[in-house]
C-alpha cells in the first residue's frame, strides 16, 4: 500500500516542487528592475478641483480616461477620481453630458464612464491610499490599485495649484513631499515597475522637484512662477472646456494606434511646440531610457503578455493518473486510454451523399464512406470497412504514440471506430469518429511504478538551486 501511494503520488510532489522553482527563478530575474518586460498597465486619472467654474479639469481627466481606454486600458485597471457632478449640475445646458471641445463632437460622459471615486469621497487621504495601498478593509477591490512590481503605472493630475501644491475641492491641499514619499513607498513596495507622472497644474513643475524614485518619468506643464492656461470657452457652457496641454495631447493621439511604435520624445515635441504660454517640462533623470527611446504605448496603451506555465522540466514529468475502480490493474507498462474527440461549435462535419461517395467526419476522424457499403479509409490506416446495416466505420493500423505530449513515448497503435448515422430521406450520412488507444508503449512509468531517480534527483536540485539563488538575492539587497 505504501509503495502503491508513493507511486500514485510522487509525480505531484516533483510538480509543485518544479512550480516552486519557476515562481522564484521569474521573481529574482527582474527584481532589481521589476522584470524584464511589464505585464500590465495601470492608470490613476484625478481631477481635483470642484465647482462649475473648474468644468475644464473633469474633462482635462476625462480626455485622458478616454484616450487610455482606446489605447486598451481597460476599466478593470484605471482608477478615474472625479469631485464633482459636472453632468448633472442645473446649470448645465446639456443635461448628462460633457464635451472638451465647442463643437460638441464628442460627449466625454457617455454610457462607458465609470467613475471609482466622485463628490467627497476624492480627498487628499484617499488618492494617497489609492497609491501606496494603505486601504480601509472596507474599500472594494474595484478602488485599488492591484498593480506590482511588473506594471506600468501611469499617474495624471489635473486642478489648481502653486508652488509646491495641489488643492484638492478647494479645501486642503496636497504638497509636493506627500506625492514624493507617496511614490517613495510604491517603489519600495513593489507596486510599479516603471511609473510616470503627468501634472497639469499651475507651477506644475514644483510638485515633481522632490521626486528621488528610480524608473519615474515626470512631466509638468509649467515651471514656477508660471500659470497653465485654458484652450478656449464654449459659449453654449459657457466655460472653458479644456486646458491647452490636453488640447494639444488629444490632437497628438489622435493619430496614435494600438502597437504604435511612436515615442515619448515623439509627444513632447509636439506638444511643446504649440502655443501654450508656459513651459512644458520633463524628467527622465531617474529613468533607465531618455524618452526617445520610451514607446507612449508603454504607458498609456496596455501589454497582453503572457508567462509560460510548463518549461521543458515541467514538460518532462509524466501526467497525473488517477485511479479509478473501473480501470484494470495494468502490472506491465501498457497504455490503455480511450478519448472521446471533443468538436468545437458548429461542429466540422461534412456530410456523405447517398447517391455516390463523399467525404465525412472531422478532424483525423474523417472517412470517405458510401451509402450502400464499401470502404472507409482512415488517414491513420488504409485498412477499413464500412458496415451499411448497423451504420459504423472502423479502422486500426500502427498510429502516433496515444499521448504523443511526451516526447520519449514509442510503441502502441491505434483503431477509429465513426459511428455513422443516415437522415431518415437517406440523402446524407454523418460520422463522428471515437479513437482508442491499446497496446504496448514506454516512455512513462505505470500507475504503480517506482519514480526514476535521475527524475526526482533532478526537480529537487533546481527546487533547492532556485530557492537558494532568492534567498542569496535579497539577502545581498540587489533587489531595489
Known amino acids: 500500500?505504501?509503495?502503491?501511494?508513493?507511486?500514485?503520488?510522487?509525480?505531484?510532489?516533483?510538480?509543485?516542487?518544479?512550480?516552486?522553482?519557476?515562481?522564484?527563478?521569474?521573481?529574482?530575474?527582474?527584481?532589481?528592475?521589476?522584470?524584464?518586460?511589464?505585464?500590465?498597465?495601470w492608470a490613476v486619472i484625478v481631477s481635483t478641483s470642484r465647482y462649475w467654474f473648474n468644468y475644464r479639469h473633469a474633462t482635462d481627466a476625462l480626455t485622458f480616461y478616454h484616450t487610455v481606454r482606446r489605447l486598451g486600458i481597460p476599466d478593470?485597471?484605471?482608477?478615474?477620481?472625479?469631485?464633482?457632478?459636472y453632468a448633472c449640475n442645473p446649470r448645465n445646458s446639456h443635461p448628462a453630458q460633457m464635451f472638451n471641445n465647442k463643437d460638441h463632437a464628442v460627449n466625454l460622459y457617455g454610457e462607458e464612464v465609470e467613475v471609482d471615486y466622485r463628490g467627497y469621497e476624492v480627498t487628499v487621504d484617499?488618492?494617497?491610499?489609492?497609491?501606496?495601498?494603505?486601504?480601509?478593509?472596507?474599500?472594494?477591490?474595484?478602488?485599488?490599485?492591484?498593480?506590482?512590481?511588473?506594471?506600468?503605472?501611469?499617474?495624471?493630475?489635473?486642478?489648481?495649484?502653486?508652488?509646491?501644491?495641489?488643492?484638492?475641492?478647494?479645501?486642503?491641499?496636497?504638497?509636493?513631499?506627500?506625492?514624493?514619499?507617496?511614490?517613495a513607498q510604491m517603489w519600495e513596495a513593489r507596486r510599479y515597475r516603471r511609473l510616470l507622472l503627468f501634472v497639469e497644474t499651475c507651477e506644475a513643475e514644483t510638485l515633481t522637484t522632490g521626486i528621488t524614485s528610480p524608473n519615474v518619468i515626470t512631466i509638468a506643464t509649467s515651471k514656477l512662477g508660471e500659470k497653465s492656461y485654458s484652450h478656449h470657452t464654449d459659449l453654449d457652457v459657457g466655460l472653458a472646456v479644456t486646458d491647452r496641454v490636453?488640447?494639444?495631447?488629444?490632437?497628438?493621439?489622435?493619430?496614435?494606434?494600438?502597437?504604435?511604435?511612436d515615442t515619448l520624445q515623439d509627444f513632447l515635441d509636439y506638444v511643446g511646440s504649440k502655443p501654450l504660454q508656459s513651459t512644458l517640462v520633463w524628467d527622465a533623470s531617474r529613468y533607465p531610457q531618455p524618452p526617445s527611446e520610451v514607446r507612449v504605448m508603454d504607458f498609456f496603451g496596455s501589454v497582453l503578455h503572457v508567462l509560460p506555465t510548463a518549461l521543458p522540466l515541467l514538460a518532462r514529468l509524466p501526467p497525473v493518473q488517477q485511479p479509478q475502480s473501473s480501470q484494470p490493474n495494468h502490472s506491465k507498462q501498457q497504455l490503455h486510454v480511450v478519448m472521446q474527440q471533443q468538436q468545437p461549435e458548429p461542429p466540422d462535419i461534412r456530410p456523405l451523399v447517398a447517391s455516390g461517395d463523399g467525404t465525412g467526419g472531422s478532424g483525423d476522424?474523417?472517412?470517405?464512406?458510401?451509402?450502400?457499403?464499401?470502404?472507409?479509409?482512415?488517414?491513420?490506416?488504409?485498412?477499413?470497412?464500412?458496415?451499411?446495416?448497423?451504420?459504423?466505420?472502423?479502422?486500426?493500423?500502427n498510429a502516433e504514440p496515444c499521448r504523443p505530449e511526451d516526447p520519449d513515448a514509442v510503441g502502441g497503435s491505434q483503431a477509429t471506430t465513426a459511428a455513422c448515422t443516415k437522415d431518415p430521406a437517406?440523402?446524407?450520412?454523418?460520422?463522428r469518429g471515437v479513437t482508442s488507444c491499446t497496446g504496448e508503449a514506454s516512455g512513462w512509468p505505470s500507475p504503480g511504478a517506482t519514480p526514476p531517480p535521475d527524475q526526482l534527483l533532478l526537480v529537487a536540485a533546481a527546487a533547492v538551486v532556485g530557492a537558494l539563488a532568492a534567498v542569496s538575492s535579497l539577502a545581498a539587497g540587489d533587489a531595489f
Open 1 to 41: 500500500m505504501p509503495t502503491r501511494w508513493y507511486g500514485q503520488r510522487w509525480h505531484s510532489v516533483a510538480t509543485w516542487l518544479a512550480a516552486v522553482w519557476c515562481l522564484l527563478r521569474f521573481a529574482t530575474a527582474g527584481a532589481a528592475v521589476g522584470g524584464s518586460q511589464h505585464t500590465s498597465n
Open 76 to 85: 478593470s485597471n484605471i482608477i478615474l477620481m472625479l469631485p464633482d457632478d
Open 126 to 183: 484617499s488618492f494617497l491610499d489609492v497609491l501606496t495601498g494603505r486601504h480601509q478593509l472596507a474599500v472594494p477591490i474595484s478602488k485599488r490599485l492591484k498593480s506590482d512590481s511588473d506594471s506600468n503605472v501611469l499617474v495624471y493630475l489635473t486642478g489648481h495649484g502653486g508652488d509646491d501644491f495641489l488643492k484638492f475641492q478647494d479645501q486642503e491641499e496636497m504638497m509636493g513631499g506627500d506625492l514624493s514619499n507617496a511614490i
Open 246 to 261: 490636453t488640447y494639444f495631447a488629444l490632437q497628438w493621439f489622435k493619430n496614435v494606434e494600438v502597437g504604435s511604435n
Open 365 to 397: 476522424t474523417s472517412a470517405v464512406c458510401t451509402a450502400a457499403g464499401g470502404t472507409c479509409p482512415n488517414p491513420a490506416s488504409p485498412d477499413a470497412s464500412y458496415d451499411s446495416d448497423n451504420g459504423t466505420a472502423s479502422s486500426s493500423g
Open 426 to 431: 437517406g440523402s446524407r450520412i454523418t460520422c
